[in-house]
């Protein structure tokens, strides 16, 4: 049974950090890509960060970029989401995802098992 379980998100205030950590069971997590993806009250689900297999390739929606950090630990099976220099607009419910071996990055249709979510709410 494949779980996929965020933690780490919180209440902190504009410019501080946080790291998600998203923990992986029920496959072997080194043959997968990893995404994570936000979604705001009343918004779309929108892709943030994604890393491969290996953790080589790394990619971010442009709003992040600098200021997150993908990275995943295949002997840990999990994945993190280092973000410093938040801002009230990085509010948001943060999924962690299993992308299928053919899926493109930033798509949320090409990812297939999802966590719960955790919450990020950044006050200014």
């Known amino acids: 049974q494949v779980q996929v379980v965020e933690s780490g998100g919180g209440l902190v205030q504009a410019g501080d950090s946080l790291r998600l950590s998203c923990a992986i069971s029920?496959?072997?997590?080194?043959?997968?890509?990893m995404g994570w993806f936000r979604q705001a009250l009343g918004k779309e689900r929108e892709f943030v960060a994604a890393i491969s297999r290996s953790g080589r390739s790394t990619y971010y929606t442009e709003s992040v970029k600098g200021r997150f950090t993908i990275s995943r630990d295949n002997a840990k099976n999990t994945v993190y989401l280092q973000m410093n220099s938040l801002a009230p607009e990085d509010t948001a419910v943060y999924y962690c995802?299993?992308?299928?071996?053919?899926?493109?990055?930033?798509?949320?249709?090409?990812?297939?098992?999802w966590g719960q979510g955790t919450q990020v709410t950044v006050s200014s």
């Open positions: 995802a299993v992308r299928r071996v053919t899926g493109v990055y930033d798509r949320p249709a090409d990812y297939n098992y």
């Open positions: 029920g496959f072997t997590f080194e043959n997968f890509g």
